[in-house]
């Protein structure tokens, strides 16, 4: 064998060492990353189903501000996705659960609605009168939430977080409906960082509490 075969040999011999110790690495990431991607795949998709909450209740909002013709349609969508998170619980909590879950946030939704109306028609009767079943409804979905895993999801955490989401949502649509869009837009912005904190905290609290469903 000359000098240049024995070159191209051993080149090629190099090549398939890299080349085994690639799919070596390669299985073994695949292996150990397997459990973290099963997670990471389940906050993602909690977080787009509350991203989708907010961002249909965003369009509602502008919808029943300028009275626009889109309002029911916003509207069955918005309600949809109550159903959807309704049952992106019901593999870990039981088919019950995910449907008192959405009698719940349905419940939120048409609340919220009737905030938004009588905040624009300024009857202060009806404003006081929606916004104290509104946050009636918060507190209930908190405790549903915290009664279904009251280790990662303590009672006074769950509540604070609904009340914030609802004052920031208020914060949202009176900005809107005075026609002060900077405000309504960074708003906004707060409402979208405040529930993925929310979403990722669902979502962990889920994962600790059903471990084996994620390995």
């Known amino acids: 064998m000359n000098r240049q075969s024995k070159f191209t040999v051993l080149i090629g011999l190099l090549i398939f060492v890299v ?3 690639f799919q070596v690495v390669a299985r073994t990431t695949s292996t150990l990353a397997a459990p973290d991607d099963k997670q990471s795949a389940f906050q993602d998709a909690m977080r787009k189903l509350w991203e989708d909450h907010i961002t249909w ?9 300028a009275d626009l013709p889109d309002k029911a349609a916003a509207t069955d969508r918005l309600l949809q996705n109550q159903v959807d998170i309704g049952n992106a ?4 909590y ?7 879950l959405t009698a719940l946030l349905k419940e939120h939704i048409t609340t919220a609605a009737e905030v938004v109306a009588a905040a624009k028609a300024g009857d202060k009767a009806k404003l ?3 916004n104290k079943r ?4 918060a507190d209930q979905i908190a405790d549903f939430l915290s009664g279904a895993n009251p280790k990662s999801w303590p009672a006074a955490d769950m509540r604070k977080m609904m009340h914030e989401h609802l004052d920031l949502t208020t914060a949202e649509a009176v900005a809107r409906l005075k026609g002060d869009w900077a ?17 990722d905290m669902l979502s962990a609290g889920i994962v600790k509490q059903n471990a084996a469903k994620f390995k």
Not at 134 to 137: C, P, V
Request: charged letters at 25%.
């Open 94 to 100: 039981g088919d019950a659960a995910g449907d008192k």
């Open 57 to 65: 209740t965003r369009i509602f909002i502008i919808s029943a501000a």
């Open 128 to 130: 006081d009168d929606a």
């Open 183 to 199: 405000g309504d837009i960074a708003a906004y912005d707060k409402v979208h960082e405040q529930i993925l904190q929310m979403a």
């Open 134 to 137: 509104w946050f009636a409804n």
């Open 89 to 92: 619980i019901k593999p870990y």
């Open 19 to 21: 080349a085994l110790n």
